[in-house]
């Protein structure tokens, strides 16, 4: 279940949206993400994950990285599916001894479901297609007018990126500490809640400790290359939006409308 986590790959390649400016893809997803709370409609929510796995076949990234993300979220989604199922009162559908499913509820279960589910997809498409260096660039960029007020912009940014960056090392360091400790007889994830709990103490303080060695380590690096904060750097690589971020652009407002038309007119 550990090495399912997939948030924070970045998957080489160079296809159209490899190559979209960062900030186009980083607005487009904040934006689709707000969109998929306003839509209270199946049919809209189906036809977003379709466009949402359709960029996955565009950027030539396997179907299984998708599913692969959802996996760790998967039971969080099916405890959230049972509760609106059994516990959201309406006509009933279905009526046996004390349990009734309701119409309502199942219509909530299936929007929630598919709600979770492309929500995970679309920002997982952005870590897979995006470096961490290009979303640093990206997220600084964005957030440029800020620093008029004093706020510490590139800070800020690359406090972020490198957490986002660090989440596959930090997910193989674990799995490397679990099956370490396998080898050494360790009985973890069995027994009641208390005995799981105390079987992943071995694992946490080694993981404890390797994390603040690597932190040390990556301080040691960047004051070593005269790292002092964003003040006057400049970039390997200068943003600049192109056509295919406007034809980006309005290909993505053009399916909002579809949608929002589908969810108030159909």
């Known amino acids: 279940m550990i090495k399912d986590i997939t948030l924070g ?5 160079n296809s159209i949206i490899h190559r979209l400016d960062p900030r186009t893809k980083l607005l487009m997803t904040v934006s689709f993400m707000m969109v998929l709370f306003i839509l209270n409609s199946i049919l809209s929510l189906i036809i977003s994950m379709v466009i949402v796995l359709s960029c996955y076949h565009i950027a030539g990234i396997s179907y299984k990285y998708a599913f692969k993300g959802i996996k760790p979220v998967l039971y969080v989604i099916v405890f959230t599916v049972i509760l609106n199922v059994f516990f959201t009162s309406g006509a009933p559908l279905l009526v046996w001894k004390f349990i009734t499913i309701s119409k309502e509820g199942v219509n909530s279960a299936i929007l929630v479901s598919l709600r979770v589910l492309t929500l995970i997809t679309s920002a997982s498409i952005m870590t897979y297609t995006t470096t961490p260096i ?3 660039d990206a997220i600084e960029k964005l957030f440029k007018p800020l620093k008029k007020i004093k706020v510490p912009v590139h800070e800020m940014a690359m406090m972020m990126t ?9 997910i193989d360091e674990t799995d490397k500490i679990m099956k370490a400790q396998a080898a050494r007889g360790a009985d973890i994830g069995t027994g009641n809640i208390i005995q799981r709990a105390k079987s992943f103490i071995p694992i946490l303080v080694p993981l404890f400790i390797s994390s603040f060695k690597r932190a040390d380590d990556l301080a040691i690096a960047m004051e070593s290359r005269c790292y002092r ?4 750097r400049t970039s390997m690589r200068v943003l600049k939006f192109t056509n295919k971020d406007l034809f980006a652009f309005i290909a993505f407002v053009l399916f909002t409308i579809i949608l929002f038309v589908l969810q108030f007119f159909i």
Do not use: H, V
């Open 162 to 170: 490198i957490a986002l960056r660090f989440i596959p090392t930090l």
């Open 9 to 13: 790959q970045y998957l080489p390649g």
């Open 134 to 136: 290009m979303l640093t």
């Open 229 to 232: 904060g964003g003040e006057g």
